[in-house]
């Protein structure tokens, strides 16, 4: 029966190429979660720098403040204290 062999061929083949596509599909999931996995990291690594900077900004805003109510007293005409 040609016409069932070539139907089995064709089942061959497509599922020879579903299976590489599958391959595929697989290698490139798992280059993207690595990726993935690499982004992540560098986002922490981003959001603690900036927490950083925040805690670096108000302990300079802490410390800045008595120098401008200062700086506002003398511009007042007060005496320096």
Do not use: C, W
């Not at 690595?34 to 802490?62: S, T, Y």
């Amino acid at each position: 029966m040609p016409d069932f062999e070539a139907r089995m061929d064709f089942l061959m083949k497509s599922q020879e190429s579903l299976h590489a596509n599958l391959d595929r599909l697989y290698e490139t999931v798992t280059r993207h979660s690595e990726e993935m996995q690499k982004v992540d990291r560098r986002i922490d690594a981003l959001l603690r720098a900036v927490e950083a900077d925040g805690e670096n900004i108000r302990a300079l805003a802490r410390i800045a403040e008595p120098h401008q109510e200062r700086i506002s007293r003398l511009g007042a005409g007060e005496r320096p204290s």
